[in-house]
T-cell receptor
Framework: DSGVTQTPKHLITATGQRVTLRCSPR?????VYWYQQSLDQGLQFLIQ???????AKGNILERFSAQQFPDLHSELNLSSLELGDSALYFC??????????FGPGTRLTVL | DAKTTQPPSMDCAEGRAANLPCNHS???????VYWYRQIHSQGPQYIIH???NNETNEMASLIITEDRKSSTLILPHATLRDTAVYYC?????????????????FGQGTILTVHP
């Protein structure tokens, strides 16, 4: 158990819909990272927040957005969903520069 | 971040050492070598990292060549639970927590299968 929690574990929705994925970092970790893992693209970095502020952006689509709240939990919002958005979405948190602790992921299926 | 090259798959007998190679010939002087693994659709797990000296922790050992162009992750006594995808990642050590250097860039990794 990494100490990072993600909800929900599974999510099934239809194309065109909007969903919100939630991440609670380890206690004391100020950085939150979001990654997407699909069969064809592998594990890809989406976005990073640090203490409520966006710090880095990767290959995140404009239809996707994220935020980190004052209690440090983070949400990833995915809208106008397409079949290709079906993937595992991981959240990771870190306090020091060396390690990132990953959550168990949310498996999104878009039908 | 420097590009890494890993074999797509490797096999290992249970109880034997698993030696996973990684080539990072374009590594820069300020870049560290990190290893993570992912056990079947679980979140990736940090294993070890190093700059130029060999490193060892409770999970594994990391051997970095003197020219730093390649490294080997060693699992000294592999078990069935070590079957996973192993990722070698090269990136700078973020000077300050929270900088944009924190992201990890994953390649395809090596699928290690440990056999009974």
């Amino acid at each position: 158990d990494s100490g990072v929690t993600q909800t929900p574990k599974h999510l099934i929705t239809a194309t065109g819909q909007r969903v919100t994925l939630r991440c609670s970092p380890r206690s004391g970790d100020l950085s939150v990272y979001w990654y997407q893992q699909s069969l064809d693209q592998g594990l890809q970095f989406l976005i990073q927040y640090y203490n409520g502020e966006e710090r880095a952006k990767g290959n995140i689509l404009e239809r996707f957005s994220a935020q980190q709240f004052p209690d440090l939990h983070s949400e990833l919002n995915l809208s106008s969903l397409e079949l290709g958005d079906s993937a595992l979405y991981f959240c990771a948190s870190g306090r020091w520069a060396n390690e990132q602790f990953f959550g168990p992921g949310t498996r999104l299926t878009v039908l | 971040d420097a590009k890494t090259t890993q074999p797509p798959s490797m096999d290992c007998a249970e109880g034997r050492a698993a030696n996973l190679p990684c080539n990072h010939s374009t590594i820069s002087g300020n870049e560290y070598v990190y290893w993570y693994r992912q056990i079947h659709s679980q979140g990736p797990q940090y294993i070890i990292h190093g700059l130029k000296n060999n490193e060892t922790n409770e999970m594994a050992s990391l051997i970095i060549t003197e020219d730093r162009k390649s490294s080997t992750l060693i699992l000294p006594h592999a078990t069935l639970r070590d079957t996973a995808v192993y990722y070698c990642i090269v990136r700078p050590l973020p000077p300050v927590v929270g900088t944009s250097y924190g992201k990890l860039t994953f390649g395809q990794g090596t699928i290690l299968t440990v056999h009974p």
